[in-house]
């Protein structure tokens, strides 16, 4: 029998289709042809389109669906011979189809739940660019006004909001190569928890976030983003308050310490006489003074003829010159104060330094949000990767892994932030439900990201390598999936930029 026969329910799906093609007002890029399945679908490409374009069809069960545009390529009936002709000069009758490949992302129930459809589209079914109702709709891009305002889809004037929630709850990583804007989008970020009265404290061995404290130079954008700074909830430390002039002491009490302890931080032999010797001065000075520093500790070792304390003298006159101990330390209710900024400039300090600062801060925070001696609140760890690296062991490793794994249970955000992904404990790394990507192009650090990021496609991943200064592809946060994302200026001044060599 010639033609085909329609039950008539597949006429009223027919008839809803046509219905919905006819209310449609998106562009028409193409019509799918071939296999036509549920996840992915191919149409010819007969109006220009971009890879990573959001598109939407009709389907016969699930009204429209949004799909995205995976990758387009050309065929051409051109052989070798006929390349040989055109370089020659000679006239060829060429013929091409641009073909789009797409990716199907779904479309909300009547309960709001993101679905696919359950069985395949049509095959001669209409594409039309997506409007962005459907984009907002089924990314789940809401106009939140307690959101973290972070940018725009990328080629679209829809503005991406984070649930700050969420990426202080369950941990965030910013990942980038160096020079892709890695410190200026954190402090994106960071502008946007300060908004939002988060409580915070940030890890800066390089004194990159003091500059949140200074409006920026906001030059016209269509992102309607003013300059401001944030100096009035702002309190910066540093351990060496001469190379950074704007930061109060930070210091911490030598009595808190073990002596086995700071026998390992100076390099000296924990033998029992060493220890004794130790011990038995910190034990005196307690009893005696209570609080004491370390130069008490030397005069007393000092002044006892018994044994041979030179080495542990030598060891604390070196560690004494660092600055770090004092009689009395920097107490920790004036570091994290609620809703308030706390910045802990480590410029200039020494690699071990640095270590120890981060050590018994990350591990006084767990313990004192554990107790709910302090407010709930994130941590931000720049250059991460020197503080809870993959392979080897630092002073802060071990802290770092318990609160990726603890800290959303006692309301201890992580925030890892570093230019070498492929060097931070994967453990940690797995745990961060947030990630803002920027352009990475070592092969490691690729790695690192794909077995890192739920979600993250094999064509999202190769883009990675390709994305502009200013373009970041964003997972977790509450959205439905990754997205590209170009990162709104900053309001305040930026601090990571780089220092010109030549004028």
Partial sequence: MDGICLTDHEKEDSESAMEQEK???GDMIGITFGDVGITSLKCNVCKPVDKGEYVMMAHPTADWVLGQVESVERKTNVSV???MELSMGEEVDIEETVIAHIKVIGFRDNRGLLKTPGNPFRAGEKIHIAEDDLIRDVLGLKDDENGAFVGRLRGH????????NTMAQKHLSVLAKTGSGKSYTTGVIIEEMMKNNVTMVILDPHGEYSSLAKAGNVSTNDFGVKPRGYGDIITEFSPDPEINPGAKPLKFSFRNMKP???LEMVGVNKTQSNVGALDGAMSRLAASKGFYS????????????EGDSSSVISGLETLDSKGIFAARGTRMDDIVREGKNAIINLKGSEPDVQAFVVCRLSTA???????????????????????????GKTESSEIFQTIASEGRKFGLGLGIITQRPAKVDKNVLSQCNTQLILKVTNPNDLKAIESSVEGLSKEMA?????????EAIVSGG???????????PRESKDGGSSIRVVG
Avoid: W, Y
């Fill in 23 to 25: 209310n449609s007002t």
């Fill in 81 to 83: 011979e006929m390349a």
């Fill in 157 to 164: 004037d829809i503005d991406v909001k984070l649930n700050i």
């Fill in 260 to 262: 086995r302890k700071i």
């Fill in 294 to 305: 370390i130069s008490d500790v030397i005069r007393l070792l000092k002044e006892n003829e």
């Fill in 365 to 391: 925070l767990f313990e004192l949000r554990k107790r709910n001696k302090i407010p709930p609140m994130m941590m931000f760890a720049e250059e991460a990767h020197n503080f809870c690296p993959q392979r």
């Fill in 462 to 470: 190769e883009e990675v390598q390709r994305l502009s200064i200013g």
């Fill in 478 to 488: 509450g959205l439905s999936e990754p997205l590209f994302l170009e990162v709104r």
